[in-house]
Structure formats: structure tokens, C-alpha cells
């Protein structure tokens, strides 16, 4: 397929822009391109066309089962798109006067009185633009509250090896030492080698809960009590909170701050890298940290942007965040309310107990009794009995119509699949997909030699990952030179 600068020609385009409606300003020669500007000349058939065969090339939630574990590729209501597409939400500019955009900031105000409800927090900021984002600016809290109280000395954050990759790397970005924490053979944190670790250098402790193993913490009171007992605070990664929403909350449980990735559980289509949110909510100990500007309500009921607060960690992004995908989860939120919430929690974890029941004969799953919204499937043995790695037994879903699950995560556990449903399909389509992972099973044990050829049916089969993820090219040359 043709990039889309390789179509076209010269001199043919199909913009039509409105009338300038401001004042035209000439740029001095200083601001100006010293090279000519190459943008594709194409018409707007070759244009629409160009992303239909994109569009075909790609699988989303549209497409079919996608139930890439820790993702929660949902369904994303059409409704939020509605709502967000509104021009008063949409065409605002971030420096527009503050009497003009009221509604947006009551939109903010709405979500962040919900998002405090639903995790049991007092506080939130919507400036991160991801959950990794969410987990640098929560520490930044903790490290603020740490330095506020003089103790300069707290600067290890306890980790469990069963916590999402970006724990222990937002951890060393934010300038802490990581000490990791083992888990037990059942996939629980390990509750007295964490009382070994916690102490007077402890500046928190980062959860990810439900773990990656799919379980939740089932000592998660007396793991916060033992942080807060050594002075240090509690850090919940909400990023998946699709298994517990409306039903617990991390700020009952002991956390003293939370990030929630709203590009996950609150419904905004992702993976294609954004625009993503990792609104961040804490305990009243931590808002005098939060990052700047924050919304404040006047006296006179109008609601004002606050840029000098005292004692702020300042900004992490430009502006406000990505404010669109603030709108589509409050209409998400609102559209569900408090009952529906707590069904879609419900619904997710049934579907993702449902098809680990039904599959547990087939495949080995390490912790099969229950799990929450996600489950973890090893084939360690298969692969050192027959040969086929979760790497073939992924691809060859993809000639079923599928999208394979998450792979070779959670690391703790050898050629794992993590399989995370969602609330979103039906039973019928769980049906489908329980035969079709027997099937391939099956095909596995009986012909091992044939599972290394697949995909067979897909336009890309076996791209080489480590290239495409060292030496991407991201970057097209009109003059033909090599990047
Ligand atoms: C996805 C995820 C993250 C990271 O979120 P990004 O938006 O990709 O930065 C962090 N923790 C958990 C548990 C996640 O599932």
C-alpha cells in the first residue's frame, strides 16, 4: 500500500477553508520556512480512500473480540462522541476568557465530584494526559508531602513484582529507588516480606489492583496499615478499575492517592496512541500539592481558574489536559449512573470467570479458582512439550477473526495470555471464542509444526517486532534519503 505521500500530484487538493475571520498578520522573515513545506496534493477521493484501506488494515472493537488484557478495549458508547463533538466542548480555544467557557469548567468540576465518589478520593486533577502520566504526578504528591514534612530521607517506593511495568518505571522517572516486593505462590503481595521492606526511608507504596494476575489484594487493609504505620503513603493504580467500579473504592481501603485511566474504564477509544486522560485523585493531605491551574467556585457562583497555588507541584501539561476525554467520561458516567456503573464492574468480571471456567481444562491457568475482570493463561509446558509458544497460539487467532489477547505479560508468569473480555460482549460471543481457543488448543497439541505458520490470512503475519520497535521509520523523506 502507497504511503500517502507517495499519491497525488501537485497542484490538486480538496480544502475548502472558510473566510479568515481575523486580521491578517505578515510574518517576519525570521519565523518564516526556509525549505519548502511538502504536504500530499491529493483529492478528496484519493484521500477518503486512502483511510478506508487503512481503516481495513487495522482491528478494532468494531472489527470483533478484542480482549487485550489490562487494555480494557470496551465498547465506547457512540453517545460520548456526540456529546463531545458539541462545538461549545469541542471548538473552545484553551485561552479563551474564563466567563466564556463556564460550562466546560462545570463539566471538570461535575466529573471530578463523580470521580471522588466512585474512588473515595476528596480531590482530582485531570491535567495528565495517560495513567503512566497519572503515576509521575501522583508521586510527585507523595515526594511534596514528604519534603513538606522535612523528610528528606524517604526516597524508596515499594513495588510488587505482580504490579503493571509502569509502576516501577514512573517510580525511577519521579527520582525514586524501587524496592521490589515478592509475591506469594498464590499471586497475593507478600504481606510479611513487605513489613521487612517498610520503613523510616519509605516513601510509598504503589498497588495495582486488581494485580496483573487478575486477583485482588485479599489483605489490601492491612498492606496500607503497614505503609502508613512506617510513615509512608499509599498509591492505588486505578488504570483498571473496570472489575471495581461502584462497588469499592480505594480511599476506604487506605490509599492515600489514585490515578484512573479514563481512556480504559470510563470509555474512550485508545490504542492508537491517544489523546488519552490519567486524571489523578487524592486525599485531602495531598491537594495542596495538586498540579496547577485548579478550578475554584467564586463566592458569586462562577467558577475561576487558579494558576498561582501555593505549594503546587505546577503544571504537567500544557493547559487542562485533554479535556474532550474528560466530557466523554462524564457523559459515560452520567449516562450509567450510579446502578449501571456497578453493572458494568459486575458484568466484567462475570464475563472474564465465565470464559476462564470454560477454559480451564483446555489451557493451564496458574490461578483458576477466581479471578476479577481479567484472567492469565501460562503455556509454559505447552511450548516446552510441543514446541508452540502464546506467540503462535496469538497468531493463530488472528485467522479466526479475533484479536489475540496480551502477551508475555504479566512477566511473572512464562508465555502468558492475559485475556480481559470486557463487559461489553455477549455470551454468544464468548461461546464462539471459548471453541475457537479450544480449537486452536487442539491443533497445537496435534500439529505443532503447523502453528508457526500462522497468520495465514492477514495482510501483515510476522512483522520483526524487535525492529519495529527499535528502528521504527516515523519519518517520510521527499528527498528519498534514508532516516
Ligand atoms: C494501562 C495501564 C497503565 C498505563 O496507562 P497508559 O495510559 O498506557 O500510560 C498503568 N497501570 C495499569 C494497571 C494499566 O493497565
Known sequence: ????????MEGRGCTLLPPSDVPLIQLGEKHKRKQELHLPEVSETELSRHYTELMKRTFGVNDGFYPLGSCTMKYNPKIN????????????????????????????????????????????????AAGAHGEYTGLQLIRAYHEAKGNVKRDKILVPD????????SAVMAGFT?????????????????????????????????????????NILEITEIIHQAGGLNYYDGANLNAIMGIARPGDMGFDVVHLNLHKTFSTPHGGGGPGSGPVGCKEILADYLPSPCIIENDDGNYHLEFNKEG??????????????????LTYILTLGKEGLKHASESAVLNANYMMHHLKDTYPIPFPDKCMHEFVISLEELKKEKGVTALDIAK??????????TMYFPLIIPEALMVEPTETETKETLDEVIEIYKKIYKEAVDHPEAMRDYPRNTIIGRPDEVAAARKPVLRYRYDGASN
Open 178 to 218: 524501587v524496592i521490589n516486593v515478592p509475591s506469594t505462590k498464590d499471586g497475593y503481595v507478600d504481606v510479611e516480606e513487605l513489613r521487612k521492606a517498610a520503613g523510616d526511608d519509605t516513601a510509598g507504596f504503589m498497588l495495582t489492583n486488581p494485580n496483573t494476575l487478575g486477583l485482588f489484594e485479599e
Open 396 to 405: 493463530a487467532m488472528l485467522d479466526h477473526g479475533i484479536h489475540p489477547p
Open 312 to 329: 503546587s507541584i505546577g503544571r504537567v501539561k500544557a493547559f487542562y489536559g485533554n479535556f474532550l476525554v474528560v466530557v466523554r467520561a
Open 162 to 169: 505482580s504490579a503493571h511495568g509502569t509502576n516501577p518505571a
Open 81 to 128: 462522541e456526540e456529546i463531545a463533538k458539541m462545538p461549545e466542548f469541542a471548538d473552545i480555544h484553551p485561552l479563551q476568557p474564563e466567563h466564556t467557557i463556564q460550562g466546560c469548567l462545570e463539566v471538570m468540576v461535575l466529573a471530578e465530584k463523580y470521580l471522588s465518589e466512585i474512588t473515595g478520593m476528596d480531590r482530582f486533577t485531570f491535567q495528565p
Open 1 to 8: 500500500m502507497k504511503l500517502i505521500f507517495e499519491k497525488g
